[in-house]
């Protein structure tokens, strides 16, 4: 039975599964689109988009609210699936633009991979044929493996070995971001918290070497993701697993990685359909079964 | 001199004349926090082609780069209506020194913000 279901699981692109990705990730695009214009409100070191012309105009509370309901409407088309190639490539566009807009601010790598995200579909739509239900899907995953691929061989590159065997330097960060909380809002518990991550770390060095020596052969071998949609999910589980690590050691967790990351692998609002109906099914049939009679 | 991200521990605050740590989210708009002015240091860096690691920047570095991070923290906020006549942007490094650990804070800059 747990053959047949797995099947059932990871052998089909139903619809309602795509509109449960569809309905997470607009979600959490919508409500970072927000942020952005509420926290960037000027531009101190344009970057990328920003270099070719001026674009202090994005950063004006006039036209953040102008592109803020441009990003609703497009949400809305997304959703209800309408001219999905023309309404993925604006969602990539504004993405872009608006994400510039962050790494404007000095904040920076954080938003592309649900920028690129909205390309992968768009190029799915473009591509269409037979095969469009798998791509849409299939090529979003093909960008989060390659952006956690790439971000392990961008580690190797910058520190070699080093990411690993300075890996109780890990402390000194820890500390840095508890301290984060503490210079912000002056609570006192935030040092505190820090200082007791920070000193379990160095008290237990083995056990943080092996944890980033993992971590990063689980970024390297992201790529396994892409082969199935099977391996796709345990690969979500054990990225999911990590994210969670490093959110209680280091109190670091990127919100425009780790969410779309999470809705595309694992996809959990389907997931949580999918077990619910099939243990509905599953305990009709038993009490079926057993002569109980349901009317419908 | 190691520069990649476990070496680079630094966080940013401030101080007003009485020494009294300033929270930047009770004073200043929530776009300025610790967060975004570590940002805007490492930014200033490395448009200036600066180095930054293990605690080596030049105090000159530090200052040029806290004078920018502290104009912007107090643009366009009332900084008329606060309690205090100046403040100081400090630099807290933190590093391991036998398998303990410590930190060092520096000031970059400080000047008075009423008019």
Not at chain 1, 223 to 235: C, H, L
Not at chain 1, 260 to 280: D, K, Q, R, S, W
């Amino acid at each position: 039975m747990s053959s047949a279901l797995s099947n059932k699981y990871f052998n089909r692109y139903p619809r309602v599964e795509w509109l449960l990705m569809k309905l997470s990730l607009v979600y959490i695009w919508l409500d970072i689109v927000r942020h952005i214009f509420i926290n960037d409100t000027f531009l101190p070191y344009p970057a990328g988009l920003c270099t070719f012309f001026d674009c202090s105009f994005l950063a004006t509370p006039k036209t953040a609210w102008w592109f803020y309901s441009v990003a609703y409407f497009l949400s809305i088309l997304y959703l209800f699936e309408r001219w999905m190639k023309f309404t993925t490539l604006c969602m990539f566009l504004l993405s872009l633009m608006l994400f510039t807009l962050e790494e404007s601010n000095g904040i920076l790598n954080r938003c592309a991979l649900y920028t690129m995200i909205f390309l992968a579909q768009s190029i799915a739509y473009f591509k269409a044929g037979p095969n469009l239900k798998k791509n849409r899907l299939q090529f979003a995953v093909q960008i989060v493996a390659a952006g956690y691929f790439l971000a392990g061989t961008s580690k190797l590159i910058a520190s070699g070995p080093g990411w690993i065997t300075d890996a109780p330097y890990a402390a000194v960060q820890i500390a840095k971001n508890y301290a984060y909380g503490y210079f912000n809002y002056g609570n006192i518990a935030d040092m505190q918290m820090g200082l007791k991550q920070a000193n379990f770390v160095i008290a237990n060095k083995p056990f943080i070497i092996f944890l980033f020596g993992m971590s990063l052969v689980l970024e390297l071998t992201a790529w396994v993701a892409v082969m199935s949609k099977r391996n796709a999910f345990i690969y979500g589980c054990l990225l999911f697993g990590m994210h969670m690590g490093i959110y209680y050691f280091m109190d670091i967790l990127i919100v425009a990685i780790y969410y779309p990351m999470v809705i595309i692998l694992i996809n959990p609002l389907y997931t949580g359909y999918f077990v619910v109906t099939e243990a509905f099914y599953w305990l009709k049939n038993k009490l079926e079964n057993r002569g109980f009679v349901f009317g419908f | 001199m190691k520069k990649y991200f476990l070496f680079i521990a630094y966080v940013f605050f401030l101080k007003n004349e009485r020494g009294e740590m300033i929270p930047f989210k009770k004073y200043f708009a929530q776009n300025k926090d610790a967060g975004n002015v570590a940002h805007n240091f490492y930014i200033h860096f490395n448009q200036h082609g600066f180095m930054y690691s293990d605690g080596a920047e030049k105090p000159e570095q530090l200052r040029m780069a806290g004078k920018e991070m502290l104009a912007m923290v107090i643009k366009d906020e009332p900084v008329n209506q606060l309690d205090f006549d100046s403040l100081g942007i400090y630099r807290r490094y933190y590093f391991l020194e036998n398998d303990e650990l410590k930190y060092r804070d520096d000031l970059m800059y400080e000047q008075r913000i009423k008019q």
